[in-house]
């Protein structure tokens, strides 16, 4: 099979090309030699099936940092038939050397020119056909977000793929190439656009810039609860119905440990976690619109003097705001820093994100245990220590991990996001965590409901199952917390992820939806439902976060930091906190 | 343009990027950064011969907002020094 690449500058709008030309279908696989996953799909171009892989972006081909590596090696060790290289049409001037860069390798290219609708709105026009004639290479000019002129892009690739050649590497020079581009497009000398330029104006105020980005974040985490919560509880309602009209007529007849297995433990278990995903889908969504925007550029510049006095810088905190979905995406995204010490720093910190696995564990918490008036504060609160536990492990360790990188990024100019991104995008999300649900969750909860229910004879859940005396053995450890047996089990398991947590509640309890959160009130009060929060929110977040670390730094001595230090964290927070709670209460 | 007035015949040949205000635009002319970054920053558009623009400046010290041709960017001031202008 035959394979094409897609290489071109960050922010030239490629992974929009890659699902715009693949649908959903990609699958993030391993390369032989690489250290990092590349997403890649199978394709149908005219009639033959080729593999499309999905290049990092970067700025030039004979750099040093870790993506140009990826790249380099790719293309060296793995023959190539087709490099799609994507240039943003509306900032041609400064790609120039990169194509240049690009033809000189010894692979058929085909340029294209994306974001032509960006290009079109400030006047600038490109002669593709004369580009094509004088740089000897096919060019595509198109918009892959809105799919303006996608029709050509196929037939192209096909036309180099299917014409045999026995050099591909261009003779042009770097001057050839600026005179080719100089002559097919032209740019009128005050090009800028319009509506950026005034919102830029409101939302980079050097005063009310900072205020207007945190209502804007308020508004996201409200607008999501706003939807999310009754979305949640009628997915709620509507699982629990299924087990009793459904599944228990259905297993009547089955034998008691076989129902207790698949009712108590399975379904249970996963129909807790799974009613809430339409709050972690909208989550993401949200997220996503305000990515999609360029509005996170935008955080970075706005936060970057605050940052840097605690040794991060700009990038770090949209990194730390991308951990709000989900840490290990943020954990990733790290790449782009060059620093080693504010890469280190950056990844120690991330797992301090409220992410939205633990944000279920606190709704649900939440709603058993405050006021629907209280609830949105509470919940606040612990986004609020989230952000204060990362920038107290960031002053502490910051001499240690020393940013010596130049803090240089592009502002790219407000977009719209489509409907079918952000369709994309949620579908993408449940998929993610169906992924997941049929790797950690199924086992967990089926876990769980073995330790709550052996050995035999025991009554479910009590001191005497295995759960009970793992639960014992943690005792003088976690009571200083408020924090009792049956929580333990939850936060042990909760070590491999967070979406279990609730899932093994449900399953040591032996109950699911409303039933489960009255026994919860009943069981325990505030103060030890906070603290076991604040546990929740600082301590490891899942075996993923864990194994992402170690992928990306190698580092035995880093992975171990990183669980160690916010266990000792967790474990002094929670104490302080219950502690001091408890004594003012009895006083 | 910036006044000549505000510049002395020293800090003529030392000016840069850094000391460039709000609404001021000034052509580059070297870049006093190591190999590596060179390339970055060229690939940005922060090259000799290229016109850049101040937009805005972030407070407490932030970084600076800046136009080269239809790219903007942001750009620490430490890194902003090493940029230097035209007289």
Redesign the interface.
């Known amino acids: 099979m035959k394979r094409v690449a897609l290489l071109g500058?960050p922010n030239t709008g490629k992974s929009t090309l890659f699902n715009r030309l693949t649908g959903a279908h990609a699958k993030v696989g391993n390369w032989p030699g690489l250290t990092v996953e590349l997403l890649s799909a199978k394709l149908l171009v005219g009639d033959q099936m080729v593999q499309l892989v999905d290049l990092p972006g970067i700025?030039?081909m004979?750099?040093?940092s870790d993506d140009e590596k990826v790249v380099t090696t790719f293309l060296t060790t793995q023959t190539t038939d087709l490099l799609v290289v994507l240039l943003n049409t509306?900032?041609l001037?400064?790609?120039l050397?990169?194509v240049h860069e690009v033809m000189q390798q010894d692979i058929p290219v085909l340029l294209v020119m994306n974001m032509v609708d960006e290009a079109q709105k400030?006047g600038?026009h490109v002669d593709a056909k004369g580009l094509a004639e004088q740089l000897g290479v096919p060019v595509c000019l198109l918009s892959a977000k809105y799919g303006q002129g996608m029709e050509q892009l196929l037939p192209a690739m096909r036309q180099v793929l299917t014409t045999p050649s026995s050099s591909h590497a261009s003779t042009l020079d770097a001057s050839h190439v600026e005179k080719a581009f100089g002559q097919c497009i032209s740019?009128p000398s005050q090009?800028?656009h319009a509506l950026t330029d005034s919102l830029?104006r409101v939302l980079?105020h050097?005063?009310f810039?900072l205020p207007i980005f945190f209502a804007v974040m308020l508004l996201v985490f409200q607008g999501v609860f706003a939807i999310g919560k009754p979305l949640q509880d009628a997915t709620a309602w509507l699982l629990t119905e299924g087990r009793t009209v459904l599944l228990e007529p259905l297993m009547a007849t089955w034998p008691t440990v076989v129902q207790g297995l698949l009712l108590d433990g399975l379904y249970n278990g996963l129909s807790t976690v799974a009613s809430f995903v339409p709050l972690i889908v909208l989550f993401f969504v949200f997220m996503g619109i305000v990515e999609d925007t360029g509005y996170l550029?935008r955080a970075?510049?706005?936060m970057?003097?605050?940052m840097?006095r605690f040794g991060l810088?700009?990038r770090s905190f949209v990194m730390l705001l991308m951990g709000f979905g989900c840490n290990v995406p943020a954990l990733m995204g790290t790449r782009v820093i060059r620093s080693k010490g504010l890469r280190y720093l950056t990844m120690l910190v991330i797992p301090f994100s409220l992410c939205s696995a633990r944000m279920q564990v606190f709704v649900f918490f939440i709603a058993a245990l405050f006021t629907a008036t209280q609830a949105p504060w509470v919940l606040l609160s612990l986004y609020v220590m989230s952000l204060l536990m990362a920038m107290l492990t960031s002053v502490l360790f910051k001499n240690r991990y020393v940013n010596n990188d130049?803090?240089?990024?592009?502002?790219?100019?407000y977009r719209f996001p489509t409907l079918r991104q952000i369709v994309l995008r949620g579908w993408q999300e449940v998929r993610h965590f169906l992924h997941r649900a049929s790797r950690f969750i199924v086992i967990g909860v089926l876990l769980v409901w073995v330790l709550t229910n052996f050995p035999i004879g025991v009554s479910a859940g009590s001191i005497d199952s295995w759960a009970g005396q793992m639960g014992q053995f943690m005792a003088p450890v976690l009571s200083p917390l408020g924090i009792s047996a049956e929580l333990t089990i939850a936060l042990i398991f909760g070590f491999v992820a967070k979406e279990i947590v609730i899932g093994s509640l449900a399953v040591i309890y032996g109950q699911e939806g409303q039933m489960l959160v009255d026994t919860i009130t009943n069981h325990i009060n505030w103060m030890q439902a906070y603290s076991f929060m604040l546990f929740v929110l600082i301590y490891t977040p899942c075996v993923s976060t864990i194994a992402t670390i170690r992928n990306e730094t190698k580092s035995l001595w880093f992975t171990s930091l990183s669980v160690v230090w916010p266990l000792c964290v967790a474990w002094c927070v929670s104490f302080i906190f219950y502690e001091t709670a408890t004594y003012f209460v009895r006083a | 343009m910036p006044k000549s007035s505000q510049l002395n015949s020293n800090a003529a040949t030392l000016r840069t990027l850094e000391g460039l205000h709000v609404g001021e635009s000034a052509r580059i002319v070297a870049l006093n950064v190591e190999a590596d970054l060179s390339k970055r920053f060229s690939a940005l558009g922060l090259r000799p011969g290229n016109w850049v623009r101040v937009l805005r400046s972030a407070s407490l010290g932030g970084p600076m907002h800046l136009r080269i041709g239809t790219t903007e960017l942001i750009l620490r001031r430490h890194e902003a020094r090493s940029i230097a202008l035209a007289p």
């Open positions: 500058m700025y030039d004979h750099g040093f509306s900032q001037d400064r790609q050397n990169f400030l600038i740019v090009a800028s830029d980079l050097p005063w810039g550029s970075a510049y706005l970057d003097a605050l840097s810088d700009g130049a803090f240089i990024l592009e502002m790219p100019p």
